[in-house]
């Protein structure tokens, strides 16, 4: 993987380019009806115009249909990406042109600082491989579609890389960058540690390991321990509930499905997927044990246009990978239960994996060798990024087509939806679905209860009568509870108002209209008799 010698300024201009790129991909594969809405996007939206409108972050009570609150102040999610979203909506762009800013301009600093950093220890056209191989990935692309806090903590995670490889003795400056994606997602705490103990690594003695880490470590105290206390002085609890979580083995599954699912792209779940998927992974795991070696003894091994030292590089990144995967297991044991190993959380790890991949790869590939072994090398990556692209490509060419998420066609169509904009608009909304409410009737709505029990049941349908409610059962399953049978709606003296192709409105029978047309052409006038307004921007 030779390449003639670059100078800085060639490899600055095409770090530029490929940010351009980046950007521009984004921009497009997210105009309407392309951008992507999902359930974690109303907290980030709700919560920067609050802050814009009010001064104070505030998501959705989704699934709390005991508070009468349409909102509550943000904790689940930290305030990184909803600030970030509210700097362009307060200079006048819309919501979606906002989150749109925000996500391509994300892609744009992680793809200009991925080349400018591989590109300066082990060689541009190594830079250019990072680059195409990273926004081929499928776990990747694809939160750049929707509006999602990974792509900013994929620019922030780069970035802290590149400070902690030009700057190893500067722990502020890459301890600010950790700390910011701290503040992003609460995963980002593994690039406090990583900086942490990257910088104690640096010291001469033992006072001045402990005196860079503590300076690297300085902002997220500050920072994440300020989000803390707001969040324990409006909450009156922390950001998770710390406990024992169980069924951690069937999570272990579900990362590795998502990790043969990336090792080999575009093949079905099945014994073949899984045997090349290991094959991969054994070939990454001894390129990176070779490259490591071979930088440990050559200090020839290194690009002819060299500016940072490839085994620094190669560190960091598998540092920052080794402290990311730990937090994550930590986190899913004791601090979320419902923490998924899907590919947005294991996104991160896929990026700095293939980061690591490509500088071991320059690295053996200067190694004197058979040409045939470099062929062979060449033409399994080829493989691997062909196949990702395809999915990616698809995966975008189906948001372009149709939108993705909560922003699909089916949602901005849907006959349940509407009737919450039109006959519904004076009622107080309960939903198995509330993010399609939310999205695309501008809606407040509250969820269902997770818990069935009949009491539980009994205790949802007073709360229906007393706050003058409708229940919009979407027949598809929602993503926290369940909407009971009928028979135990009806025994809840709740009745059905008007059926629609996706579902069915229920109401009390005291609040019920009489006059109904007929209920199976979703035909209703029951508007009247809803007292509560929901919109959207209601507070409280």
């Not at 491989?129 to 994929?154: C, N, R």
């Not at 993010?435 to 007073?462: E, K, N, V």
């Not at 025994?491 to 209209?513: N, T, V």
Request: hydrophobic content about 50%; glycine content about 6%; overall charge positive.
């Amino acid at each position: 993987m030779d390449s003639e010698p670059a100078t800085p300024r060639r490899r600055a201009l095409l770090a530029l380019l490929a940010g351009i790129a980046a950007f521009c991909i984004v921009w497009i594969a997210t105009a309407p009806p392309g951008l992507g809405l999902d359930p974690d996007s109303a907290s980030y939206l709700n919560a920067a115009e609050s802050l814009v409108r009010h001064g104070e972050l505030r998501a959705p009570t989704f699934y709390d249909w005991v508070s009468p609150d349409s909102t509550e102040p943000l904790a689940h999610f930290p305030p990184g990406m909803p600030t970030a979203l509210a700097i362009p909506r307060a200079l006048g762009a819309s919501q979606s042109t906002a989150a749109r800013l925000v996500v391509a301009s994300a892609a744009f600093v992680t793809a200009s600082a991925t080349l400018l950093i591989v590109a300066n220890a082990v060689g541009l056209l190594a830079g250019v491989l990072a680059v195409l191989l990273l926004f081929a990935t499928p776990a990747v692309l694809e939160t750049h579609l929707s509006i999602l806090s990974e792509p900013l903590f994929y620019a922030l995670l780069v970035v802290t890389l590149a400070l902690m490889v030009r700057a190893p003795d500067r722990p502020l400056r890459y301890g600010l960058t950790a700390a910011a994606g701290s503040l992003v997602r609460y995963a980002g705490v593994s690039l406090v540690g990583a900086a942490v103990l990257w910088a104690f690594a640096r010291g001469a003695d033992l006072r001045d390991r402990i005196r860079r880490a503590s300076i690297a470590a300085l902002p997220a105290i500050v920072g994440y321990g300020a989000w803390l206390v707001r969040t324990k002085y409006e909450t009156g609890g922390g950001v998770r509930d710390v406990s024992v979580y169980h069924g951690f083995m069937a999570t272990v599954r579900e990362g590795a499905t998502t990790i043969a699912a990336w090792l080999a792209p575009s093949l079905d779940a099945g014994l073949a997927r899984t045997l090349i998927a290991l094959v991969v992974l054994a070939l990454l795991i001894t390129l990176v044990v070779l490259a490591a070696r071979r930088l440990a003894q050559h200090a020839a091994a290194a690009a002819p246009d060299i500016a940072l030292p490839p085994h620094r590089l190669l560190a960091a990144t598998l540092l920052l990978a080794g402290v990311y995967v730990t937090v994550v297991v930590l986190s899913r044991g004791f601090a979320d239960g419902a923490i998924p190993f899907d590919n947005r959380i294991l996104s991160p790890l896929f990026l700095l994996l293939e980061i690591s991949a490509v500088v071991s790869l320059a690295v053996w590939w200067r190694a004197p060798r058979a040409q045939a072994l470099r062929v062979v090398a060449a033409a399994a990556l080829l493989v691997w990024w062909g196949a990702s692209l395809a999915t990616s490509w698809n995966d975008v060419s189906y948001a372009m087509e149709n939108g993705s998420d909560y922003g699909e066609a089916r949602w901005r169509s849907s006959p349940l939806v509407a009737w919450t904009r039109t006959d519904g608009a004076r009622c107080a909304i309960f939903t198995n679905q509330p993010a399609a409410i939310y999205f695309q009737a501008h809606r407040l709505p509250h969820g269902t209860p997770l818990d069935q029990s009949p009491d539980t049941l009994r205790a949802f349908a007073d709360t229906l009568v007393a706050r003058r409610g409708a229940l919009v059962a979407f027949d598809e399953p929602g993503t926290a509870a369940a909407i009971p049978p009928d028979s135990v709606l009806r025994a809840l003296s709740l009745e059905r108002i008007a059926r629609f192709a996706d579902g069915s409105i229920w109401m009390p029978a005291s609040a019920a209209p009489t006059a109904l047309g007929n209920p199976m052409d979703g035909v209703t006038s029951g508007h009247a008799r809803c007292g509560e307004s929901s919109d959207f921007t209601r507070r409280r």
